[in-house]
């Protein structure tokens, strides 16, 4: 859908194996995660998130093969990278209820101060995480890392491990589309092919074991060990063009639709570092202050309050004055805050574009701003007349990068009597900038199939020639933008990867625009913002695995099990090191052999075996699990 969209806008013009048993089908597919045996037990690496001037969320998750009932894991946030001179410590009791995940909100911190923390357990530490407090009155200069769009299978994430290269930004924003609910394609680059699971996720496991597998992709436990993250989710955090109350990506025949979202909202917030709202855990419009520089204002235009997107011939679009994408109490949230902000910058993270958008002089982008029009002006309207200066919406979800004016009627040749329309020359009519940052890796324009009428290499032009309140468009790059915040201007520097298709791609630097103090409109500048010296050393990377630790390694971890117990389906999530053979065994409570799932040799990677007990008895059995000349086993209870 996405891509249906891309075209729209800028055209403008696993192995598997079934048990002959038929009550037990057993599944396993192959994930090329960089699973790295050294972190044990914390293979997930470390996160932080939501940053107060007070208090920060510090995250990881706790693996360990024979894990069962509460695990008591320690904690501590110092203010060195050795972790000895501590600021705070305690101990997170986790379970299975929570995936085992530990996530604390440390508070008693001090503002605009960089922290290191960590996690520990019987005697194994987690890798050091980074993270940073928002700083609080007089603040020259801020910066941010804006990311959207981590599909694993059409790209590798080197844009998330140059960001964590730097060093002087305050956080990480991510605007959403953090993994994607989708099976696993035939149309993935080599050595991405493979996800876990391979299905369509739809369950609560399912969804936790994606979040899980994610985070063994090295460059995402990069980012998240050396920056703090605020991050939002889009729609493929649960399901492509999802709106209120159902999604285009979901059918009756996948069950029913808010179990799936509380699903997925469930497992969001247990995987990821985003501080949870009181009696709200779904709400994650949420509100920043970055000492009087800047408020980061996060909405919600997803999964909130947004009504059905309706197609673009469907008349209801433009007569209907109601219709939503935020919904009316985020709606009177958002104005509010847009009113009473003190800060010099207001920058609104909007998951979809807001900027209205011309292909063939229609608006044609139903699942962005476009489709909700009535209620799109009335927040331009109101900017515009509560005289509302320095706004930068910042946004995600379309696979390009853009940046332009926002304007109540931009397609309308500006009236200075009547201050109507829109002037591209003097920003004349624009009351606030859209900056739109590029997929870290989903598949943009150019890595499509679809024919063209004109090349790729003029569509930026042919589009801006429509919109004359877009100043720059790339359909064909994939990398970031940073956001530089000072008392003078808010500045959009763009970087590009070169290349999504290999690891650790190196990056450059192409297009910088900027608004200055109360102009509200875009200008080109040819030199990007330089960094702010000196910045924090950063966290110690991750240990690294020799040929020699992974002979002596037994080579196998078991990620999760789960559900147990279980009615139908139980999922064995776990990790090769190295290739070697695998056989796996159910038995019966008293240890009788009931059959072999699966009996091969694989190789390193991550893997998942579903199996399938809905037509077994109620009652405890075993799994088995050979490697090599070692042998692991648990219980899985059937219901």
């Known amino acids: 859908m996405k891509n249906t969209i891309l075209l729209l806008l800028c055209l403008m013009v696993a192995s598997q194996s079934i048990a002959q048993n038929p009550s037990i089908i057993s599944t396993v597919n192959r994930g090329e995660a960089n699973f790295n045996p050294l972190l044990e037990p914390f293979y997930h690496g470390v996160a932080s998130g939501d940053p107060l001037s007070d208090a920060v969320i510090i995250w990881t998750r706790i693996t360990l093969d024979d894990i069962s009932g509460n695990v008591d894991v320690n904690w501590k946030i110092c203010t060195d990278t050795e972790l000895n001179n501590i ?176 699903a997925a909202i469930q497992a ?25 520089l800047a408020d980061i204002i996060m909405l919600d235009t997803r999964h909130e309050g947004r009504d059905e997107q309706q197609a673009l011939e469907d008349s209801i679009i433009w007569t209907v004055e109601d219709r939503t994408i935020l919904g009316q109490e985020q709606y009177e949230w958002f104005l509010n805050e847009l009113e009473t902000s003190t800060a010099q910058w207001k920058v609104v993270g909007s998951q979809v574009l807001f900027t209205p958008v011309s292909t063939l002089g229609a608006l044609d982008n139903m699942d962005a701003w476009d489709g909700y029009p009535a209620e799109r002006n009335r927040v331009v309207n109101f900017i515009d007349s509560m005289e509302i200066d320095n706004i930068v919406v910042i946004t995600g979800d379309i696979h390009i990068a853009l940046a332009g004016d926002v304007a109540l009627d931009p397609f309308e040749e500006y009236d200075p009597i009547t201050g109507s329309g829109y002037d591209p020359e003097n920003g004349d009519g624009a009351c ?65 990867l070169d290349s999504k298709l290999t690891p650790n791609s190196g990056e450059y630097q192409e297009h910088t625009w900027y608004t200055l103090d109360g102009e509200n409109f875009l200008r080109i500048d040819s030199i990007a913002a330089t960094d702010i010296v000196p910045a924090p050393d950063p966290a110690p990377g991750e240990p690294t695995v020799s040929i020699e630790e992974l002979k002596e390694n037994s080579g196998f971890t078991i990620l999760s099990a789960f559900p147990n117990p279980t009615k139908d389906i139980h999922l064995l999530n776990y990790a090769l090191e190295k290739t070697q053979q695998v056989k796996i065994d159910l038995l019966d409570s008293s240890g009788k052999f009931i059959k072999t799932l699966k009996e091969e040799k694989q190789v390193s990677g991550v893997y998942t075996l579903q199996m399938n007990v809905e037509k077994l008895p109620a009652a405890n059995y075993i799994l088995q699990i050979y490697i090599g000349n070692q042998l692991k086993s648990y219980k899985v209870s059937k219901l």
């Not at 407090?133 to 694993?152: H, I, K, Q, Y």
């Not at 859209?434 to 150019?446: C, K, Q, R, V």
């Not at 020639?465 to 808010?490: C, M, Q, T, W």
């Open 87 to 262: 600021v705070q410590a305690g101990v997170f009791s986790t379970n299975e209820d929570r995936d085992y995940t530990v996530k604390i909100d440390v508070q008693g911190l001090d503002p605009n101060t960089t922290y290191y923390y960590g996690f520990s357990y019987d005697g194994m530490s987690s890798m050091t995480g980074r993270t940073r407090t928002a700083p609080v009155g007089d603040m020259e200069r801020l910066r941010f890392g804006v990311v959207t769009c981590s599909n694993f299978g059409q790209g590798y994430f080197s844009a998330y491990s140059r960001l964590a290269d730097r060093n002087d930004l305050h956080a990480v924003i991510h605007m959403g589309d953090y993994y994607y609910e989708y099976g696993t394609s035939t149309n993935a680059i080599p050595g991405r092919e493979d996800l876990c699971p391979t299905n369509e996720i739809l369950t609560l496991s399912d969804y936790r074991i994606r979040h899980g597998f994610y985070k063994l992709d090295f460059d995402l436990r990069r980012i998240h060990q050396q920056h703090p993250m605020i991050i939002t989710w889009d729609d493929h955090e649960v399901a492509n063009n999802a709106w209120l109350d159902g999604a285009e990506n979901h059918n009756a025949g996948e069950g029913d639709y808010q179990e799936r979202k509380s």
């Open 268 to 292: 969001y917030m247990e995987w990821l570092p985003i501080r949870e709202q009181e009696n709200d855990n779904q709400r994650v419009y949420r509100k920043f202050s970055y000492s009087d």
């Open 432 to 496: 606030a900038v859209e900056m739109i940052t590029p997929s870290i890796s989903s598949n943009n324009l150019d890595d499509t199939d679809v024919d063209l009428p004109i090349p790729i290499s003029a569509v930026p032009a042919f589009a801006l020639s429509i919109n004359p309140h877009g100043k720059f468009l790339n359909v064909v790059d994939h990398g970031y933008f940073i956001l530089d915040l000072d008392n003078e201007r808010a500045q959009g520097d763009w970087y590009w």
